[in-house]
């Protein structure tokens, strides 16, 4: 599974960045513009980022101040990236009087994981056909070139 | 950079509405190793030209497929680097977002350790500056 991984440091303690992961009140100041939360292990939160672009997921792990896993998804019905399908996981560390941040988004679909993993091409496709059925994997219609 | 999110969040629905369908994911993978013509292409498939043509315009719209003309006909080839903008997307995605929750915890910051001093000024206990924000 290809992740992509995104770091930043914060002048902030770690407490008050956890906070943005939980609170909607702050989340929605990076996040969005409506936001709805439960954090704690399998509450869901929405978040409205534009009128057709709304992420929604489960939280996994509520860990303060240090960790936060929460499940990612955009709720397009037709989005390759569906609800519940990729995992994102947020490592919150002092560091030099504030908050290392690392961001984990593991389960993104790609060409190159797949090309790494010897299936190539046709094997990408087919996952990123079965997330666009909506998880119906469905006949293997695929035909050798 | 909410336009341009956006726009790459269309351009990645694009390509998974292009290969939900079977006939299309069958023509990605007979050019998938070799430029073939819009009439070799088609003789793989009993369905008329014009829906064949059809097919190929979906594909080469959502970044699938590359078209080059070579005199009078048009070939083909996958290009599977269309498939790579997820990952390119995602990445943009999340270095915006966290360079926005830098700017805002780091003011949140600011505003929790002045309600902490204040606390202190007036002789207050437990001022710490970890409270949340009051609505």
Redesign the interface.
Known sequence: MEAVEVEVWIAASPETVFDFFTDPGLMVQWMGRAVETDPQPGGGFRLEIRDDTVASGEYVAVEPPERVVFTWGWNSEDSVTKAGSSTVEVLLASERDGTHVRLIHTGLASAESATKHGHGWRHYLDRLATAAAGGDAGPDEFAEA | M?DL??AE?EQ??L???A??E?RR??I???????ELSAGEIAA?FDVSRPAVSQHLTVLRGAGLLNERREGTSRLYR?R?????D??DF??GF??E??????????L??QR?NKRGKRRDDGGGGRGRG?D??K?
Request: no cysteine; glycine share 2%; charged share 35%.
């Open positions: 909410a999110a956006n969040l990645i629905d390509a998974a509405r290969i939900a079977p994911r069958q990605l993978a007979l050019v998938r190793d070799e793989h996958a599977p680097e269309g498939l790579a997820l990952r995602m990445n999340w270095t977002r966290l360079e926005r929750l830098k700017l805002a915890a780091e949140e910051q929790r970890v949340r924000r609505p």
